[in-house]
């Protein structure tokens, strides 16, 4: 079963605005991890965010976490049409034994960047 | 290229066929996991191998469905008697610590 939901679905901005992405999750995690998914193609890391971190940055890219409302925040300032792809969030829950049930996802919020 | 590594891109195949596809890790990535996603929603979890030992597998592996990794290193994943819900993305993945990089997936097709 997935664990969460990303929210927008589907999000359709012009190229040089920000595009923001929210991912909300049902139970303790160990960290959060943000994929993004070219049509067809396999999942490229993008960034991890520690349990215990509430924002990380990584070029254009900016995570929050708050793991009080379970939920994260993915924002890509200065948007590039190359950006335009599915992306998902994936949870490492906490009482998973080190890894052994893998990554749980969401469904995905689809990014389309409008040149 | 470092990456992880899946074979074949694309398998097309009849129903009630078996089908194999292998996964090459990022070397020394002692964690492999298999991961199916169909069309419009998240990867999820089927199996994972830490170096050969098969620790843990999804109640969405059914007896068709078995994994193997038997050096520790790359890893197969057969479909027996495919059936059309099978078709899907298979994505394996590797990991040596919390970051778990994926490959580019086997898109299989049951006609």
């Known amino acids: 079963s997935q664990q969460g939901e990303e929210d927008p679905q589907a999000l359709s901005i012009q190229e040089g605005e920000n595009a923001t992405m929210n991912c909300s999750y049902k139970t303790s995690i160990n960290n959060l991890q943000w994929y993004r998914q070219n049509s067809g193609r396999g999942l490229v890391h993008l960034i991890l965010i520690r349990s215990n971190e509430r924002e990380k940055h990584s070029g254009r890219l900016r995570v929050t976490l708050d793991t009080s409302k379970k939920s994260s925040s993915l924002l890509i300032t200065a948007s590039r049409a190359a950006d335009t792809a599915s992306y998902f969030c994936a949870t490492d829950e906490a009482d998973s034994g080190g890894g052994a049930d893998g990554l749980t996802f969401g469904k995905g919020t689809h990014l389309i960047i409008q040149p | 290229d470092t990456g992880v590594s899946q074979n074949p891109r694309h398998k097309i195949t009849k129903r009630g066929q078996n089908v194999t596809f292998r996964c090459d890790p990022i070397s020394e990535h002692n964690r492999l996991y298999w991961y199916r996603q169909t069309l419009g929603q998240g990867p999820e979890f089927l199996t994972y191998?830490?170096?050969?030992?098969?620790?843990?597998k999804s109640r969405l592996l059914s007896d068709r469905f078995s994994a193997e990794r038997p050096k520790g290193s790359f890893s197969t994943l057969e479909i027996q008697r495919t059936e059309q819900g099978d078709s899907a993305m298979y994505l394996c993945?590797?990991?040596?610590?919390?970051?778990?990089?994926f490959g580019q997936g086997t898109r299989l097709t049951v006609v």
């Open positions: 993945a590797s990991s040596i610590t919390t970051r778990t990089f």
């Open positions: 191998f830490q170096n050969e030992a098969q620790l843990e």
